[in-house]
């Protein structure tokens, strides 16, 4: 069962919010802050022009945040070297969208910004 267009139109008016306050205006021709949907997924991640490569872009990823429709909630997911998606256990999953971007945002472990 998909994501309903409610939770969809929710988070991703959080998401716009974060992304749009995390770069400043001024920098935004070269760094920004996008996510997109991928099935049950919401995938948070940069996009940067490629070293030695002009007019070519990169897009690290971020986090991942997984909702469980039976479950009505949300799992963070963080990704390693290998590209490997792994369940960031710091935080449970949850109910509210906004704890996980919280955790996102604060990086305490370094795992999401570096």
Known sequence: ???????????????????????????RAELEVRFRFEGNSVILFERRPAFNRPGEFVEPVVA???????????????RDRNQRWHRYERIPPSP??????????ADPTGMFWG
Not at 8 to 14: D, E, G, Q, Y
Not at 97 to 103: A, G, H, I, K
């Open 1 to 27: 069962m998909p994501i309903s267009p409610f939770q969809v139109a929710r988070v991703s008016k959080l998401l716009q919010e974060y992304c749009d306050a995390r770069v400043p205006p001024e920098i």
């Open 96 to 105: 509210a969208f906004d704890d996980l971007l919280n955790e996102v945002d």
């Open 64 to 78: 991942k945040f997984r909702y469980y429709v039976q479950r009505q909630e949300w799992a963070l997911y963080w």
